[in-house]
């Protein structure tokens, strides 16, 4: 059980405490309106994370703005891919000590647990797909261009005949 001081009078009072039991200050707790929604931050980590949208939602500013400066490089695309994955899978309990001061919030939606894993999982076969069918056509075009050579020679060796004939 953490302890906090008060922002009235500066004494120590419970971090749960609605307002300081000396002197009545009301204290600043996490309601439901800026709790950090764990599903909202997968999704703009999923959708934006290349922007770091979500740092910015998770009240990381400073990492917010190095994603913003570094987004052409792909590599902040690629830390919020990871990111997505984490913020998908961290439980209620981690998410909430994280960043709502212990509060928790709602779980994330087990659809979306599904799309971040299918949605990659598609992303890659398309581009294991993009790689492997021109290769097979190339190999297709080239074993063609191969029989067709053959069928070249086929006919050279024909010639000499024809010539001597001529001959
Ligand atoms: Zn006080």
Known sequence: M??????????????SAVS????GCQQLTATAANLKNQNVATVLAAF?????????YLS????GVLYLLFFWTAIPGLIAFVETLIYAF????????????????APVHIAL?????????????????????????????R????NLSTMH???????PNVIELKI
């Open 20 to 23: 300081c039991p000396h002197c």
């Open 48 to 56: 934006t994370g290349g922007f770091g949208i979500h740092r910015f």
């Open 60 to 63: 990381r500013p400073i990492s």
């Open 113 to 141: 647990k599904i799309l971040v894993v299918i949605f990659p999982a598609i992303f890659t076969i398309g581009i294991l797909a993009a790689i492997a069918i021109p290769a097979y056509q190339d190999y297709v075009t």
């Open 2 to 15: 953490g302890m906090v001081f008060c922002r009235g009078c500066g004494k120590e009072i419970h971090e």
């Open 143 to 146: 074993a063609r261009e191969a």
């Open 90 to 105: 961290t439980s209620p309990q981690s998410w909430a000590q994280k960043y709502n001061n212990g509060q928790i919030g």
């Open 153 to 159: 020679y086929e006919v050279d060796t024909h010639k």
